[in-house]
């Protein structure tokens, strides 16, 4: 499976100030996306980040908060722009191998704190 | 959407026995269900999947069934050890390209 870093690992921000979050992987993949994963919480998906057009939003969730970039098949950002203490959570990006569909590998989080 | 409901949502078990975790789902055009464990401060990791071409796959001490009419499937460990203690999350992939999860399960194995 492909190798997946994330950039910054933790945060701690103040809030109104924003956060941009990196994730690399080591192969072109068909498919990045967005999770968060509030404390004790499962998965939500926040965005699919499509390469060279905009991402795709889940309900509940609005560029304007999580702008996302993904300029090529291997590297991809989500901002959380304008935060409050509500968007302290970890936030994962995942991705989708070339020459898979469906099985999505995790990146090791992002830890965001908002005071 | 789609909808997965996972039970129970804490499972505790003494270290050799079997534990089972259940999940169904809504969206009958899903197609594809995997497993993840998530240990403390780590991420999600795949541990096992399905498709819905076949009812029951197996990995060593751990194995995954499907019921495609009824809608569940369901998350099999035996000899379970305190290494096995984690969050387990089952999720369902439909033909929109996304994955919903479940609520997740915190699994203990008392030693």
């Known amino acids: 499976s492909a190798v997946i870093s994330q950039k910054p690992s933790r945060d701690i921000c103040q809030r109104g100030t924003s956060l941009t979050i990196q994730c690399q992987v080591d192969s072109q993949v068909t498919m990045m996306f967005w999770y968060r994963q509030q404390p004790g919480q499962s998965l939500t998906l926040i965005a699919t980040?499509?390469?060279?057009?905009?991402?795709?939003?889940e309900s509940g969730f609005v560029i304007d908060k999580f702008p996302i970039s993904r300029p090529n098949l291997t590297f991809s950002t989500l901002t959380v722009s304008n935060m409050s203490p509500e968007d302290s959570s970890i936030y994962l990006c995942?991705?989708?191998?070339?020459?898979?569909?469906?099985?999505?590998?995790f990146g090791p989080g992002t830890r965001l704190t908002v005071l | 959407g789609e909808n997965v409901e996972q039970h129970p949502s804490t499972l505790s078990v003494q270290e050799g026995d079997s534990a089972v975790i259940k999940c169904t789902y809504s969206d009958s055009a899903s197609n594809y269900f995997p497993w993840y464990k998530q240990e403390l401060g780590k991420r999600p990791q795949l541990i096992i999947d399905i498709r819905s071409n076949v009812g029951e796959k197996k990995d060593q001490r751990i194995a995954v069934t499907l019921n495609k009419t009824a809608k569940h499937f369901s998350l099999h460990i035996t000899e379970t050890q305190p290494e096995d203690s984690a969050v387990y999350f089952c999720a369902a992939h439909n033909a929109g390209n996304m994955l919903t999860f479940g609520g997740g399960t915190r699994l203990m194995v008392k030693p």
């Open positions: 980040a499509n390469q060279g057009s905009e991402a795709t939003y």
């Open positions: 995942s991705v989708v191998s070339r020459g898979r569909t469906d099985t999505q590998y």
